[in-house]
Structure formats: structure tokens, C-alpha cells
T-cell receptor, first 114, second 109 residues
Framework: KAGVTQTPRYLIKTRGQQVTLSCSPI?????VSWYQQTPGQGLQFLFE???????NKGNFPGRFSGRQFSNSRSEMNVSTLELGDSALYLCASSLVAGVDYEQYFGPGTRLTVT | QKEVEQDPGPLSVPEGAIVSLNCTYS??????FMWYRQYSRKGPELLMY????GNKEDGRFTAQVDKSSKYISLFIRDSQPSDSATYLCAMPRNTPLVFGKGTRLSVIA
């Protein structure tokens, strides 16, 4: 079974631009969560989608948004990029939403903002 | 106080050593406890998943949970150079996971 895939793997953008990252969950998984990983803050939760609906949202500004499609694929968008948005963005999928379902992570998208 | 605290290391041990990795947490509502391993330039992979206090063993890995002390541990026996990675503890608050900052481990051959 194929794992979680994320595209692109690496991205370089300049301040003020916007970016869209994509995540394809494991086949059959309906829940997708997004996390930001930085050396200073570690892994921080961005948002979670289940059946095309946002179930939870972390403490990030409105410049960070996401959506989920009917095939469970998900995208996240960051508008008006800032230098501090440079991070590894990780997507995780699970069978359904809930604390007792394991989350499987993709390899991440490394975003560099210059 | 952060919800989950983890010593970032780095931790360097010789091959064959027993490694102890630890996390403390403040939220008594946490019921599930996970350990993820993250190799450089990769996403985290689930290593161990435990519920409630006690020990769980999987090969060379043992996860230990002490809810009364809000303290969890991961022990690695007979450590190998391939165990060199960052180890992250995580606990679900509803579905989103709350992570420790991770401990970077190097096992020297």
C-alpha cells in the first residue's frame, strides 16, 4: 500500500508570494492533518480535515488555509509569505478522525521563504 | 508550562548501549501516548503506541507510561547505528497530536 505523498518536496518562494502544497493520503484514509515543523517550535498542528470538512484548527493566522477534496486529497495554502513561514510542512493521514486512530506522516514539503 | 516537554539532546551513545528517552506532560486528560522516529529529511514514523499506564514491548523497544507522574519513556536495547534519528513523543488532544520537540539520538559504531 502506498504511503502518504506530498508535493512538491522542496519549494523556494519570496516574501509576499503565496504557495499551495498538496497531500495525497493513504488509500482509504479519510482524515488528513497538517503540521508545521521548525527547529525552534518543533511540530505544531495547523488543521485537520475529515470528509471535506475542517474539524480542528491550530493557532495559526488566517494566512494559512486548507481544504480537502472528495477523494480525500488535501491542499494547504499560505498567502503573503513571511520569512518565518520557512519550515517543513507535514501531512498526516488516518483512517478516520479520532484519538485512537494512528496517524501516518508523509515526507513533508520543505518551504524556504527568502 | 508547555503541555509536553522533551529533552532535545543531542544524545550520543556507543553501539549496543541501552537508550532512555523521556517526556513529561502536564495535561492529565492525555490517554494515548506515542513515540515517533524521524530520520533526517523524512517525515515522522510511528514507532510505539500505548494506552494507559504500564509497559509495552516491541522487539528492542519498550514504551513505559506512568500516568501518576505524567512521565513517559522509550527504552531502546542493544542500540544500533540505524537507530540514529530524532525521537518525538506525542499525545493526541482530540485528534491533533501534541508533540514534544524531539530528542536527537546518535548511536556511534
Amino acid at each position: 500500500k502506498a504511503g502518504v505523498t506530498q508535493t512538491p518536496r522542496y519549494l523556494i518562494k519570496t516574501r509576499g508570494q503565496q504557495v499551495t502544497l498538496s497531500c495525497s493520503p493513504i488509500s482509504g484514509h479519510r482524515s488528513v492533518s497538517w503540521y508545521q515543523q521548525t527547529p525552534g517550535q518543533g511540530l505544531q498542528f495547523l488543521f485537520e480535515y475529515f470528509s471535506e470538512t475542517q474539524r480542528n484548527k491550530g493557532n495559526f493566522p488566517g494566512r494559512f488555509s486548507g481544504r480537502q477534496f472528495s477523494n480525500s486529497r488535501s491542499e494547504m495554502n499560505v498567502s503573503t509569505l513571511e520569512l518565518g513561514d520557512s519550515a517543513l510542512y507535514l501531512c498526516a493521514s488516518s483512517l478516520v478522525a479520532g484519538v485512537d486512530y494512528e496517524q501516518y506522516f508523509g515526507p513533508g514539503t520543505r518551504l524556504t521563504v527568502t | 508550562q508547555k503541555e509536553v516537554e522533551q529533552d532535545p539532546g543531542p544524545l550520543s551513545v556507543p553501539e549496543g548501549a541501552i537508550v532512555s528517552l523521556n517526556c513529561t506532560y502536564s495535561n492529565s486528560a492525555f490517554q494515548y501516548f506515542m513515540w515517533y522516529r524521524q530520520y533526517s529529511r523524512k517525515g515522522p514514523e510511528l514507532l510505539m503506541y500505548t494506552y494507559s499506564s504500564g509497559n509495552k514491548e516491541d522487539g528492542r523497544f519498550t514504551a513505559q507510561v506512568d500516568k501518576s507522574s505524567k512521565y513517559i519513556s522509550l527504552f531502546i536495547r542493544d542500540s544500533q547505528p540505524s537507530d540514529s534519528a530524532t525521537y518525538l513523543c506525542a499525545m493526541p488532544r482530540n485528534t491533533p497530536l501534541v508533540f514534544g520537540k524531539g530528542t536527537r539520538l546518535s548511536v556511534i559504531a
